[in-house]
């Protein structure tokens, strides 16, 4: 098993930044993949990116592409999401998950065996 907390979330203005952490813990030799997604109100989960742990290889939503970084320290088994020139579009509950196996379909949250309990976000404009 893997667990995953997630950390980070608050309120700012249109135009800030902020990063959130992900902690993996458990048999984290396991995941081949770590991902971000995030759900608002109404609507499904979202794929926001990912990051391969092999190589390091990341795949962003085009939502969030040039405005989001997803990044790890491995020795801490930390994943970041760094979010910049945030939008109120971007208010969600944002989740980290974790993939046990390649796919070929990595933005369906199915894909996922590992969920953390998410972290609001809030973007007023």
């Known amino acids: 098993q893997v667990q995953l907390v997630e950390s980070g979330g608050g309120l700012v203005q249109a135009g800030a930044s902020l990063r959130l952490s992900c902690a993996a813990t458990?048999?984290?030799?396991?995941?081949?993949?770590m991902a971000w997604f995030r759900q608002s109100p109404g609507k499904g989960r979202e794929f926001v990116g990912r990051?391969?742990?092999?190589?390091?290889?990341?795949y962003y939503a085009d939502s969030v592409k040039d405005r989001f970084t997803i990044s790890r320290a491995d020795a801490e088994n930390m994943v970041y999401l760094q979010m910049n020139n945030l939008r109120p579009e971007d208010t969600a509950v944002y989740y980290c998950?974790?993939?046990?196996?390649?796919?070929?379909?990595?933005?369906?949250?199915?894909?996922?065996?590992?969920w953390g309990q998410g972290t609001q976000v809030t973007v007023s404009s």
């Open positions: 990051l391969r742990r092999a190589g390091g290889g990341t």
């Open positions: 998950a974790a993939d046990r196996q390649f796919t070929a379909s990595p933005t369906l949250p199915t894909e996922y065996d590992y």
């Open positions: 458990g048999r984290t030799f396991a995941i081949v993949a």
